[in-house]
């Protein structure tokens, strides 16, 4: 039996630790603050108030109900409209081509072979060999393959401007403070993910791998930096750069991102004792590169799951015309990435990220029925495993069902519904550009473009 049959993954740097899973499984529901009426209001000015107050709290109370329901929430109207304005950038891959393991769950630990990975550290020598990006964070864009599958997403800050900025800059100096707080043994700098000197990274979340056989909550390298992430993801500045992309996951990446949600849920739901990261994300864990350079040699997180994405955040005080930029090889693309902060740039420059994900074997955790492989191998029957082989082999094409397409999107489809279902159920009323012969439709990416922040 494979390794990964019993949850283990090589060269895995987070290690879980088993927790108990109570007899109750009702997780608690956050009940909405109200904020306290303005001093010396009185009268009708007192009722406004009071009744503003009420109207706001409705939301956030059915918000707080659908992050903790095992039911994905669906985007809003508006959420939907932004989407369908993102600027597509075609490029050469093909979702067909997605690599994954036998049992499909997640990915092959080598990475792709590409001819120009000795280049893999100067960004000016790819620009001019690879579809560059010059992504300036102004806009979001949505990465498309072959058939226009939507394979990737850049996604643009919300409010562009001096207040994001100030909101990106007090994210910087936490992720800062939490790394001063922090103690790192050297060798805790070199590992698969870090390049020249090196940079230590924290987790935070609940996983499943590391040679344990449950689920449980990835392990601190020691107190005092469980208690630092702790408090680095409670900071409002970086919860609020953690979770503003979530949106866009939701309207563009709608399957994908149900699958999450509910996943995460349906554990959260069985054990409470997992720990949360970000209540707005369906993400079970979070990784902390926390520098002061953290620069990435070309690598695989094959333990993510196959058909499945992460949302990489940039932060730190650097430029990023020469230096910080993001290389998807799979898709030979090279995109600039800014953080939009307004620390002036000094002559050590910092390179911080936050990167969020879910393990793969959580999703196959949860469809053997809370079990291994292994597990479930032992009470199955031979019709179950017969069943189970061809669940296998038709995964790859289910999976790449879940990648929304570009004409969904356009016209706000975003579960990627059939046609006459939508428009039985009155959902969208402009099908003008949703044509069966585009579904089929291959476009060859631009060499370079310019294009008008920080999440992927």
């Known amino acids: ?98 690599r994954a393991t036998q049992q499909r769950w997640t990915g092959l630990a080598k990475p792709l072979e590409h001819p120009l990975l000795a280049h893999a550290h100067d960004a000016e020598f790819l620009k001019t060999r690879m579809q560059f990006a010059d992504w300036q964070g102004e806009q979001t864009h949505v990465i498309l393959d072959r058939k226009q599958h939507i394979v990737g997403v850049l996604v643009a800050p919300p409010q562009p401007g001096q207040d994001w900025n100030a909101v990106v800059a007090a994210a910087t100096a936490a992720m800062r403070e939490a790394r001063a707080k922090m103690t790192f043994p050297a ?79 349906t554990l959260l739901q069985k054990n409470p004792r997992l720990h949360h990261t970000f209540a707005r994300s369906p993400f079970t864990a979070a990784t902390a590169n926390l520098g002061p350079v953290s620069v990435s040699p ?84 031979a019709k179950d495993i017969a069943n189970r082989e061809e669940e296998h082999k038709a995964r790859c094409a289910a999976a790449l069902k879940k990648f929304t397409r570009w004409k969904d999107v356009k016209v706000k489809n975003f579960s990627g519904k059939a046609r006459l279902d939508v428009w039985h159920t009155g959902e969208v009323e402009d099908f003008s550009d949703y044509t069966e012969d585009e579904s089929e439709e291959e476009r060859t990416p631009a060499k370079k473009a310019r294009l008008d922040g920080p999440w992927v």
């Open 1 to 98: 039996m494979a390794r990964e049959d019993s949850g283990v993954y090589d060269e895995e740097e987070f290690e879980v630790e088993e927790t108990t899973e109570p007899a109750s499984t009702d997780l608690p529901t956050p009940s909405p603050t109200l904020a306290q009426p303005a001093a010396g209001l009185t009268g009708l000015a007192k009722k406004n108030d009071n009744k503003r107050r009420r109207d706001r709290a409705k939301p956030a109370a059915t918000t707080a109900a659908s992050l903790n329901s095992v039911t994905p929430p669906t985007p809003t109207p508006q959420v939907l409209e932004k989407a369908a304005q993102s600027l597509p950038i075609s490029v050469s891959f093909a979702g067909d081509n997605f």
């Open 187 to 265: 060798a805790a700098c070199q590992h698969r993910r870090a390049s020249g000197d090196g940079f230590p990274a924290e987790g935070f979340g609940f996983a499943f791998g590391g040679g344990r056989r449950v689920v449980g909550n990835i392990k601190s390298s020691s107190a005092r930096n469980a208690a630092a992430m702790e408090e680095l993801l409670a900071d409002p500045n970086v919860a609020r750069m953690a979770t503003y992309p979530i949106p866009h996951f939701q309207s563009l990446c709608y399957n994908i991102f149900a699958d999450y949600h509910k996943t995460k849920q």
């Open 298 to 381: 070309p690598h695989t997180d094959f333990a993510n799951k196959a058909d499945g994405m992460c949302l990489i955040g940039a932060l730190g005080c650097f430029d990023p015309d020469q230096g910080g930029h993001l290389v998807l090889w799979d898709y030979d693309l090279i995109s600039a990435v800014v953080t939009h902060s307004n620390t002036p740039i000094q002559a050590g420059e910092e390179h911080f990220s936050l990167i969020q994900y879910s393990a793969g074997g959580l999703f196959r955790w949860v469809a053997n029925g809370f079990q291994t492989d292994l597990s479930w191998r032992a009470s199955a029957t």
